[in-house]
């Protein structure tokens, strides 16, 4: 068999392999903080972070059993002509779900300053646009002759064909672009007003420190793979990029709440310092008073 054929189906193998990891993961994580969900954000009142969090967790978890469908089913050239499109369109929310919440937490930590949220929208809309550039229109399949060789495979992208790597590079580009944007205003704002001797700042900047650092190695390993020469390894890190992404971002809003939504026993704790604290101010008054 040809080199390059040969490295091409080891290349289909290894993104099947990584669409049903990617799944597996969902999985365990949503099973893992679902007592946490369900404490946190069932029983509170609808806004626009519940939301957020319901969409990142759901839409991923909804979607892929289709997604794995496609890529990892075996399906001849005729069907894959109409299913590879349709599949990588589904996909576009989930580049979109994580920045969003990224953008609404920079603007509430901004103070919801009016100039602050015009920026974000902006650079939003420049992702939206790009995005939907890159997920909506010419996705090619994989060449008539590797259906014919494998007697079907999956219904997934060749990159590699066309201009697909550029807009890869582009759509992912403007996804770190995007999530840089929110951080950098978020820590801006914590370094003016010294919020992070706050609670909420320091889980801010922890944790989502933390998740952009996950996010942004991923992007920077599969990005690495685009520039290298071995051009078809090209699409292999979308699915880690899609999926881990919003995982981060229900991670950090499970934080986040957590911390704005203390458990009994931590108000009781608190309730019990402030006591203390007032027991201990009303002896000293009391001594100051009665000293001569």
Aim: glycine share 6%.
């Amino acid at each position: 068999m040809d080199p390059t054929a040969a490295f091409k189906l080891n290349t289909i193998r290894i993104v099947r392999n990584g669409v049903l990891s990617v799944h597996v993961l969902s999985l365990y994580e949503w099973l893992e903080l679902l007592p946490t969900e369900v404490e946190l954000i069932y029983p509170s009142r609808w806004n626009s972070i519940k939301l957020a969090y319901l969409l990142c967790r759901y839409y991923n978890l909804l979607l892929w059993p289709v997604v794995i469908y496609a890529y990892a089913g075996d399906h001849t050239a005729q069907t894959c002509s109409k299913l590879t499109q349709t599949v990588t369109s589904l996909l576009l929310p989930m580049q979109l779900f994580a920045p969003a919440v990224m953008l609404m937490r920079a603007y509430a930590f901004a103070g919801r300053r009016l100039r602050v949220l015009v920026l974000l929208l902006l650079f939003y809309a420049a992702l939206v646009g790009i995005d939907i550039w890159f997920f909506c229109f010419n996705a090619s399949n994989l060449p008539d002759l590797t259906y014919a060789i494998l007697g079907g495979t999956g219904c997934f992208p060749d990159y590699p064909e066309g201009n697909g790597n550029q807009r890869l590079v582009i759509a992912l580009s403007a996804s770190l672009v995007m999530d840089l944007v929110s951080l950098s205003i978020i820590i801006l704002y914590c370094v003016q007003i010294r919020s992070t001797q706050g609670s909420l700042g320091r889980i801010f900047i922890s944790q989502g420190l933390g998740s952009f650092a996950i996010v942004l190695g991923v992007h920077a390993i599969a990005l690495g793979l685009y520039f290298s020469p071995r051009t078809l390894y090209n699409g292999i890190g979308l699915p880690y990029i899609l999926v881990i992404s919003n995982l981060m971002a229900c991670r950090l809003i499970l934080d986040l709440r957590r911390k704005a939504l203390p458990t009994d026993e931590e108000i009781l704790r608190r309730h019990s310092l402030i006591v203390d604290q007032a027991i201990d101010g009303s002896d000293l008054w009391v001594i100051g008073r009665d000293t001569p």
